[in-house]
């Protein structure tokens, strides 16, 4: 079993900067990949970013390339979610989540951090 927990959330003015952390902890040599994913009220659950836990191969959505950056700590079992350049529409509940395979779900996910960006 994988444990995670989100902090760095926060209120932000557009423009500004946020950096989240997912830390994680358990059988942490059982992931594959650690994902930051965003959910809305009435909307559905989106993805935004993706690291490899062995190799950090990362991956984004359109809406966030060139603003956030995804990287992790291996000493820390840490993986971080550098938010720049935000937007009003990036206000979500932040969520991180570990898969233990490339083509398997989500299973493990942290409680979520908010992230409110006000224009």
């Known amino acids: 079993q994988v444990q995670l927990v989100e902090t760095g959330g926060g209120l932000v003015q557009a423009g500004g900067s946020l950096r989240l952390s997912c830390a994680a902890s358990g059988r942490t040599s059982s992931i594959y990949a650690i994902g930051w994913l965003r959910q809305v009220p009435g909307k559905e659950r989106e993805f935004v970013a993706t690291?490899?836990?062995?190799?950090?191969?990362?991956s984004y959505a359109e809406s966030v390339k060139g603003r956030f950056t995804i990287s992790r700590d291996s000493a820390k079992d840490t993986v971080y979610l550098q938010m720049n350049h935000l937007k009003p529409e990036d206000t979500a509940v932040y969520l991180c989540?570990?898969?233990?395979?490339?083509?398997?779900?989500?299973?493990?996910w942290g409680q979520g951090t908010q992230v409110t960006v006000s224009s």
């Open positions: 989540a570990a898969r233990p395979g490339a083509y398997y779900n989500y299973r493990s």
């Open positions: 690291i490899t836990w062995t190799d950090s191969d990362t």
